[in-house]
């Protein structure tokens, strides 16, 4: 895929979603980082429905701290591998209490010491709520990629650094909620809908669908 294309994919995404963000619900760093990591292996609709009743209770590293695993477990038992992820949570509220002031850092080597962060949620905690030019790379976005050709590579790794390198810097910003929300409402995974896409005459894929 040439420059040319990327450009004009990018630009109508933006011209048909000015203003993207993740459907997670959050209002502060903390939230969203307790969000992302409740999110892993479960959709934004289950989570935001357990943070709803979280969050009026308990919304910062203190108050969840104060409610320990056990208590935790409470709000979110209706999301996969909650027992891991009360853990997880609970581990990082006592790291960002110690270590930072209950602040949510902005750099991803101290959001990747936190328990239960990996190089996911950190690029999703630093683009979302830090506003920071990274790609977290998940399952809609590594099918996009490889699907359009935009980014083609063999390990998530590979296709963020190919989007860090191809994706033109003025939609740098917001490309990582533009190619979730494509991976995730048009492009998905068994049938991609390709005859309802904004991208589909510049799109590489060889075998689309006319729905």
Not at 40 to 62: C, F, H, M, S, W
Request: hydrophobic share 35%; proline share 5%.
């Amino acid at each position: 895929m040439n420059k040319t294309k990327r450009e004009e994919i990018f630009r109508r995404f933006k011209e048909n979603n000015p203003k993207p963000t993740t459907e997670l619900e959050y209002t502060t760093p903390f939230e969203l980082l307790v969000a992302v990591i409740l999110s892993a292996q479960a959709t934004d609709v289950g989570v935001n429905k357990a943070t709803r009743k979280l969050y009026p209770i308990a919304n910062t590293p203190e108050a969840i701290y104060a409610l320990g695993v056990e208590g935790l477990k409470e709000y979110i038992k209706t999301i996969g591998l909650y027992n891991s992820k009360a853990a997880n949570v609970i581990k990082t509220c006592k790291a960002l209490i110690d270590l930072h002031n209950s602040e949510v850092p902005d750099n991803r080597e101290a959001l990747e010491a936190l328990p239960g962060v990996g190089r996911k949620t950190a690029n999703v905690v630093l683009n979302t709520a830090f506003g920071q030019p990274t790609m977290a790379v998940d399952t809609h976005i590594y099918r996009v990629s490889n699907r359009t050709k935009v980014a083609p590579g063999k390990t998530v790794l590979e296709v963020e650094k190919k989007l860090l390198k191809f994706v033109p810097k003025d939609y740098l910003i917001d490309a990582h909620h533009w190619l979730i929300l494509h991976g995730r409402y048009t492009c998905v995974a068994r049938k991609p809908r390709c005859g309802s896409c904004i991208i589909e005459d510049l799109c590489e894929y060889k075998q689309k669908t006319e729905i």
